[in-house]
């Protein structure tokens, strides 16, 4: 098993930042690929940004440039930093990490983007 913390959600303003942090614990060994998903109020979930093992990452086209995902392997840790962040980027953040052909998931951090 996998168990994921997530934390750094909040209330920020329209091109403020925030770093959302995501410790993972448990059986991580052979952990491949970590990643954040939002989901906004009365959508699906959706993919932000995700990192593998070997350090690839993928980025969703509407964060392109403003966001960035990065791992601290020592720390099993993943972090995403957050910049120029817009009303729409307001949802519930989840972590995830893929094991073993399996997906574990936190529980969620709210950002909210708002003056």
């Known amino acids: 098993q996998v168990q994921l913390v997530e934390s750094g959600g909040g209330l920020v303003q329209p091109g403020g930042s925030l770093r959302l942090s995501c410790a993972a614990s448990?059986?991580?060994?052979?952990?491949?690929?970590m990643g954040w998903y939002r989901q906004a109020p009365g959508k699906q979930r959706e993919l932000v940004a995700a990192?593998?093992?070997?350090?690839?990452?993928n980025y969703a086209d509407s964060i392109k440039g403003r966001f960035t995902i990065s791992r601290d392997s020592a720390k099993n840790t993943v972090y995403l930093q957050m910049y120029s962040l817009k009303p729409e980027d307001t949802a519930v953040y989840y972590c995830?990490?893929?094991?073993?052909?399996?997906?574990?998931w936190g529980q969620g951090t709210q950002v909210t983007v708002s003056s």
């Open positions: 995830n990490a893929k094991k073993d052909f399996r997906d574990y």
């Open positions: 448990g059986s991580i060994f052979s952990i491949y690929v």
């Open positions: 990192i593998s093992s070997g350090g690839i990452t």
